[in-house]
């Protein structure tokens, strides 16, 4: 048998390879020889991701309620991959770092576009029901978005507003105190924590902390100003900068906001969150006044933040009835 010399140039490189490894080359052809053609149910693992879904009660839109959280945790995770090159990249280009950003952004965009599947898929009374067996867990605890939140600013700006000038030459343990999502998850009438908040932190805090003192020189807002610094053109990276601002700081929020203004309002009081967080204070942007990138914002859209969005959404809700 005559081999082409395409296979003859690829078994030379392997044989480089192996034996710069102290490998027998022999014994990984034998590995492949016997070894089974991959199938997309065994790459993806699809029969253990199909089986990964629990519901605690009877009723059917739980599974909608569950799998729409599995899937976002799963962009969550796309985002996370993102940010880990972004941050690690040598040297970082404006136009690497835009590229990476675009795709941040569409991945947020496609989570807030479907967020209506879950919106509209679940019957009200159903959700009422099933949600009281699910205390005291809450989507308040995904701990991979607040890892985003970390990896996109600098860290004062995660602090509740009352409190970023008093502590902008604070240590990160001294900010996190006062990190703007602790004050959503309060109970409404003591002002306590939570059981939601106490569980919370006692998984992630040191995680969080660790990653803020990490991305205190390379988060989001620290790299696009050293690059603008050097003389770097970053026109395009301020303009998707800006949509991620407006993608997970309004849009992300308000349609969580949406959805609670339509399974959690009801007259003449508000229905309690599960795990008794705040939505009312924690999801509205105006409230909260998070911004990544205050510096790419003029004075008016600052003084605005989110204004529109509630507004409009709280419109289309009344619309509907």
């Known amino acids: 048998m ?33 070894a089974d053609f991959l199938t997309y149910w065994d790459y993806i693992h699809l029969d253990t991701l199909l089986s990964l879904q629990s519901p605690k009660t009877p009723f059917p839109d739980e599974q909608i309620f569950i799998m729409y959280h599995q899937i976002t945790e799963l962009y969550f995770k796309l985002v996370l991959h993102e940010c880990e090159q972004i941050t ?57 978005y607040r890892m985003i939140e970390i990896y996109a600013t600098d860290f004062i700006n995660l602090v509740a507003k009352d409190k970023r000038d008093e502590l902008r030459n604070k240590t990160i343990e001294d900010q996190f105190e006062y990190i703007y999502w602790k004050f959503g998850a309060t109970e409404l009438s003591t002002g306590k924590k939570t059981l939601t908040l106490k569980q919370f932190e ?61 399974y959690l309002n009801r007259e003449p009081e508000e229905i309690k969150a599960t795990g008794g967080t705040n939505w009312q204070k924690y999801l509205p942007p105006r409230f909260q006044k998070r911004i990544f990138y205050p510096g790419l914002w003029n004075e008016q859209e600052l003084e605005n933040w989110g204004k529109a969005w509630v507004e409009k959404v709280l419109k289309d809700v009344d619309a509907k009835g």
């Open 2 to 34: 005559h081999f082409s010399p395409e296979i003859e140039e690829r078994l030379a490189q392997l044989q480089e390879k192996y034996e710069a490894m102290g490998q027998d080359m022999t014994s990984y052809l034998d590995g492949l020889l016997y």
């Open 202 to 262: 006692k998984k992630y805090a040191k995680t969080f902390i660790d990653l803020g003192k990490a991305a205190a020189s390379n988060n989001f807002y620290a790299l696009y100003n050293q690059l603008k610094s050097k003389g770097e053109s970053t026109a395009e990276l301020e303009t998707e900068l800006k949509q991620l601002d407006t993608n997970v700081n309004v849009n992300w929020p308000l349609v969580h906001y949406k959805s609670a203004v339509r």
């Open 88 to 144: 690690a990249a040598q040297p970082l280009t404006p136009l690497f770092f835009t590229a990476r950003l675009k795709r941040i952004n569409n991945y947020f965009e496609a989570l807030t576009q479907s967020f209506d599947i879950m919106i509209d898929g679940m019957e009200k009374e159903q959700f009422l029901k099933f949600r009281m067996s699910l205390l005291p867990a809450s989507g308040f605890q995904s701990g991979q």
